[in-house]
């Protein structure tokens, strides 16, 4: 499949610089696979959508002050950091601007007694970098001199921490939030609980496998890297149960989608399980697990665009993202939400 179908022309204004508050009021649109319906709904309404029942599914992930602003020794040049994955205790893979002052050897302050050294330069033009903390030492480090890294695309400063952390967030590890979990509301989530919709989670650490954009001319081309992932014996039940008794697996987010249908068997029975995934979904894909799919609106060219691509189909996603534009939909990890049923 060639790449420049996942383009498309987006007006600049589109782009969310900002959360709806409260977040539940972001606008919904619903996308039934079956019917090509499209129908414009406000994200608290997914109560009405879904049936007791139903499970829906969260990635608890928490994002960690992932962006470190230094000074190259003994020089003093500027140096930042954004790290991808934790390889060892006190040992991370990296990305660094401007990558020549970050070759090996390299040892960067970020603060009086804060330290990393370049000790490996990868393929992909990763950093692995060397901390001079571990264990607590290290994490409240970054507390204390990392900040919350947010997209590109996103020009504002964002003050508020918590705005770009789920209200289910637990697990310290992602350098970017599931955004498509940044509509819930406590609120919200109790309203589902109570009309019989069952919530419950699995854990995948965000990575740069989830927005590294794909630069190959055929999507098959691009490789995808592992991200870290969990799902608890509890989870795998609930799921379980839920597919047993004909109701839906509703994933929130396609980092849910990679989790689940990385663990799932030709059945779509889930099992419990830790370690590392790099499924790349792409379209002819047979999905086990998902039945159904609530999602952000994303980037051109971008795995997760693809992965929706394979769930409802390539002409079915260009027609509601083209529908989203002319509706006046927000766009990206602020921006509104699609929920895309059977």
């Known amino acids: 499949m060639r790449v420049e179908l996942l383009d498309f022309e987006l007006p600049k204004e589109l782009i969310a610089q900002e959360p709806i508050e409260p977040r539940d009021h972001a606008r919904l649109m619903v996308l039934h696979k079956s019917s090509g319906e ?103 480090a970054l507390e204390r001199y990392g900040s919350v890294p947010t997209p590109p695309y996103i020009k504002r400063e964002v003050h508020n921490e918590r705005s770009y952390q789920t209200v289910y967030a637990k697990k310290l590890g992602s350098v970017a939030a599931p955004t498509a979990g940044l509509h819930f509301t406590e609120r919200l989530m109790d309203e589902l ?32 890297e592992e991200e870290y992932c969990e799902v608890s014996e509890d989870a795998a039940n609930e799921i379980n149960t839920a597919k047993a008794s004909g109701k839906k697996v509703v994933a929130v987010g396609t980092t849910v ?57 390539l002409e079915l996603t260009m027609k509601a993202y083209q529908v989203a534009i002319k509706e006046r939909y927000r766009f990206y990890s602020f921006g509104d939400a699609m929920l895309i049923l059977p």
């Open 38 to 140: 499209i129908q414009h709904r406000v994200f608290y309404e997914l109560v009405e959508l879904l049936s007791p029942g139903d499970v829906i599914v969260v990635n608890d992930t928490k994002v960690i002050k992932a962006r470190l602003r230094g000074r190259r020794l003994p020089t003093g040049g500027k140096v930042e950091l954004l790290l991808l994955r934790q390889i060892e205790d006190g040992v991370w893979e990296a990305l660094a601007c401007p990558a020549r002052r970050a070759r090996p050897e390299t040892e960067i302050a970020f603060g009086d007694d804060f330290f990393g050294k370049v000790i490996e330069i990868k393929q992909t033009r990763a950093r692995v970098v060397q901390f001079n903390k571990i264990g607590f030492e290290f994490w409240e």
């Open 193 to 224: 609980v109570r009309a019989g919709i069952k919530i419950t989670s699995v854990t995948l650490h965000i990575g740069w496998a989830t927005f590294k954009p794909i630069a190959s001319p055929e999507v098959e081309q691009h490789k995808m």
């Open 257 to 313: 989608v990679r989790v689940l249908e990385s663990v799932a068997d030709e059945d779509g029975t889930v099992k419990p399980w830790a370690g590392w995934t790099n499924l790349y979904i792409t379209p002819g894909y047979k999905f086990k697990a998902v039945d159904s799919l609530i999602t952000n609106f994303h980037t051109p060219r971008s795995t997760n665009l693809l992965l929706v691509i394979a769930f409802a189909g």
